[in-house]
């Protein structure tokens, strides 16, 4: 039963009604009185639209009024009202059976308007019709909206529009426009966010192959309209019919107003699908549908195979077999041409057929034949022209044998087995005699008298082709054989040995370059990238001019460029001789020291001086005119000094012509270091190697972790684009990651250069503390020929070098001096976790053995006393200077 009242118990208030605005706190409240001496405390629930609130706030106070009644007071609290919170409000109290329920209260909301839907970014293409939505919501309602474009209003109160939920409909953009709307009601007027519409080039039309032949594709079309906005270029995309569309034969930008290009390069009898898009400044226009083409018929790539002869009489059987090349074309047959003194050359059409019968009833004395494939589009290669014997037949014998009887063969064979014999020999005595390369015996016994005789033997001589005979070979300019004197090596003065890496597009060994008095150790990076062409050739050997050019303490220098002949390449293969780098590369170095079998500590000072130094090398290569384009720690050296150089630079842009950077098939990009403007449009600038730079900084500062976890290649342009950046990594300087950061700025132009980075860095660097006197262990031992740093070696900041391997305990006994007495003890339960690298022990030019058991601050002594202890100010520069 449900009763307003009963006998003892009635609300003396009930909940009221309450009119707020949306967020503001609302408060509601209701008052029961209980008569009679058996009414013990009750619990008031309070009840929306007959539902009971599971979670509500609200507060319950009971007051005696005297002795025979209790006032109940309960209030209902929202700190923050939502439309959800509208609606009407009562208070239940149950008394066994019955049920007690007050009068209802309303809470009603009124304010400026809120909105659900606001207009949004987007792209659309130039003239082409879209719609915008907006809309508000009261109380108070009704709510009219009014549209504005560029801060400019679009329609009035009156408007039909204006009738929230709005719709705004646009015939077409010719430019890039921002849109909002402004909401209206009785309480005021409320803004929307700003939604700006990107204007985007049209698709290009009417595309149409205009000339093929059996190599090439010349594409012609007419740019779409891009608005207000030029279309500056058009980008070109080819790719092989049916294979995947991310892996493109051939990619070429084209710049505005060309509205053609030559695809060159292709395969003959062959179907290709192509595609465009063409970009003004305000972003690409959407890509074309694929159009599908086919080049022409070409020749037989190569002659017929397998050309035998079978001679019987005056009957010959030629046999041959197809082309082993591609034929570039349908096979529709053969052409077969002999000849014989005295005889006019004869040409047969065998058609499909792959033998031929030959009835040549005078007697001859030889026979020329040779043989070719052929397709729509004419003839290919003929084989080279063969010649047979033939006997006339003797009229007074009644038998009469073959011109060409079987017991030739055993001859053949003898004379081959004699020639392969003398061959082996001469290889022998040649290896045998090859370390007699001066003279030959110096004394010998004379045989008559005994007398020790100098016996001269003229000095053996190899024919080598030198730098200079290649040159000459290739049709290199005098100019640029003038300034490569200095550049190429003889082949024969470097040897190679072991494979330190080898990757994609070639390797790098460990050789030892003769020089005139020294043999100098060197790292040697040969190519698997073939020079196809002459100009090919001479871009390579001039980057090489320039490069060798190259003097600074913080790029890789190049010793020498040396060409390796291959009988099966048109051209010879270059090989690249660099400095040998004792400790490898940047990256395997922090990646080491962070997750090795033995990890090793590197100071702040000696990561913010790896920064420095190829900052110094960037600043050194920009000044010089010269891109990077893969600029990461993995292609930064360290020398025995510690000290960093920036290397594959330069030449890799041209050995790796096409294939790393390459436009048309970008195979395997870099993309995680990539400015976001080359990933776009494939330019490179200084700018884009800054951004580089900031992702190497990055690495530094995490000692080799890869940039942008768990974010895929595939993924990160839109990663990029949304404006998301590498997070800071944990206890690295502000100062650093400010750097960092301006170094990915969107716009290029606002990213700093490397003289501004360098010296940024360099004020850091001078900043950091040399020592901290909370964390640098001191070590006394004989006859150190240098400062000892935090870490057992010299100073990190002097380039000291740290290895990696495990430091190995002897048990020998180390005396050391601390700054207070009990701060550092020998743990050997910590012999694991390194301190003193190897080098930096060697380093020390130690006397006696190396002791090995490792200082640390003492997890088992007693605490250093306060008084002793460093200051706060201390502690705080610590804290600048350490990360973990």
Known sequence: ?????????????????????????????????????????????????????????????????????????????????????????????????????????????????????????????????????????????????????????????????????????I???????????????????????????????????????????????????????????????????????????????????????????????????????????????????NWTVWMSVSTSEGVPESAPDNVTAVVNGTEVLLRWSEPPGKMNGQLLGYMMEYSAPNMEQVVVDTGLDTELFVNLSAPLSNVSFRVCAYTGAGQGPWTPLQTITLIPADIGQVQHPPAFSWHWWYVVMAIAAAVALAVLLAVYVTRLRRKETRFGEAFEPMMESGELVVRYRARRTYSRRTAEATLNSLGISDELKQKLQDVMVDRHKLTLGKTLGEGEFGSVMEGSLTQEDSV??????????????????????????????????????????????????????????????????????????????????????????????????????????????????????????????????????????????????????????IAIESLADRVYTTKSDVWSFGVTMWEIATRGQTPYPGVENSE??????????????????????????????????????????????????????????????????????????AVGGRDPIMGVPCALGALKGSGSVATVEVHHPSRYVICPQHENQRLLSADSMESLSLMGPVPTPLLQPSSCSTPVPPSEGPSPEDRDERKRALWQ
Request: one cysteine or more; glycine letters at 6%; proline letters at 5%.
């Open 716 to 789: 990160i342009y839109d990663y990029l684009r949304q404006g998301n950046r590498l997070k800071q990594p944990p206890d690295c300087l502000d100062s650093i990651y400010s750097l960092m950061f301006s170094c990915w700025l969107l716009s290029p132009k606002d990213r700093p250069s490397f003289e501004i980075l360098r010296c940024e860095l360099e004020k850091v660097l001078e900043d950091l503390p040399s020592q901290d006197p909370d964390e640098i262990l001191y070590v006394n031992m004989e006859e150190t020929s240098g400062e000892l740093g």
């Open 171 to 285: 015939s077409g953009l010719n430019k890039t426009s921002s849109f909002s709307c402004e909401a209206h009601n009785r309480k005021g007027v409320a803004s929307s966010g700003t939604g700006v519409v990107t204007v985007l080039p049209s698709q290009p039309h009417d595309i149409k192959a205009e000339e093929i032949t059996n190599s090439s594709i010349r594409l012609s079309w007419h740019m779409g309209f891009g608005g207000i906005y030029p279309i500056s270029h058009c980008i070109v995309q080819v790719k092989a019919s049916g294979e995947d569309s991310d892996e493109f034969i051939s990619s070429q930008t084209v710049s505005a107003p060309v509205t053609s290009r030559l695809i060159s390069r292709l395969e003959a009898f062959s179907r290709y699908d192509l595609r465009l898009a063409c970009r003004s400044s305000e972003g690409f226009s």
């Open 1 to 169: 039963m449900i009763f307003l009242h009963c006998v003892g118990l009635h609300f003396m208030e009930s909940p009221k009604n309450v009119t707020s605005s949306l967020g503001k706190p609302v408060a509601v409240q209701c008052v029961l009185r209980a008569d009679g001496e058996g009414q013990g405390p009750l619990d008031v629930l309070w009840l929306k639209e007959g539902q009971q609130l599971e979670f509500a706030d609200t507060n319950q106070m009971q007051l005696p009024e005297d002795e025979n009644g209790w006032l109940v007071i309960s209030e209902l609290k929202i700190e923050e009202v939502q439309l959800s919170d509208m609606g009407s409000y009562q208070c239940a109290v149950s008394s066994g059976e019955e049920e007690i329920l007050s009068m209802e209260g309303y809470i009603e909301l009124e304010g400026l308007p809120h909105f659900s839907v606001e207009p949004q970014d987007l792209s659309v293409v130039a003239n082409e019709e879209l719609s915008l939505r907006c809309v508000a919501h009261g109380p108070p309602d009704p709510v009219r909206v009014i549209w504005l474009q560029d801060g400019a209003p679009l329609n009035n109160l009156k408007d039909p529009i204006s009738l929230s939920p709005s719709t705004l409909n």
């Open 520 to 673: 100098l150790k060197v790292a040697v990076k040969t190519m698997k990238i073939a020079i196809c062409t002459r100009t090919e050739m001479e871009d390579f050997l001039r980057e090489a001019a320039c490069m060798k050019e190259f003097d600074h303490q913080n790029v890789m220098r190049l010793l020498g460029v040396c060409l390796q002949t291959v009988e099966s390449e048109g051209y010879p293969s270059p090989v690249v001789i660099l400095p040998y780098m004792k400790h490898g590369d940047l990256h395997s170095y922090l990646l080491y020291s962070r997750l090795g079998d033995a990890p090793v500590y590197l100071p702040s000072q000696m990561l913010v001086k790896f920064m420095t130094d190829i900052a110094r090398g960037m600043e050194y290569l920009s000044g010089k005119n010269f891109i990077h384009r893969d600029l990461a720690a993995r292609n930064c050296m360290l020398n025995e000094n510690m000290n960093v150089c920036v290397a594959d630079f330069g030449l890799s842009k041209k050995i790796y012509n096409g294939d790393y950077y390459r436009q048309g098939r970008i195979s395997k990009m870099p993309v995680k270091w």
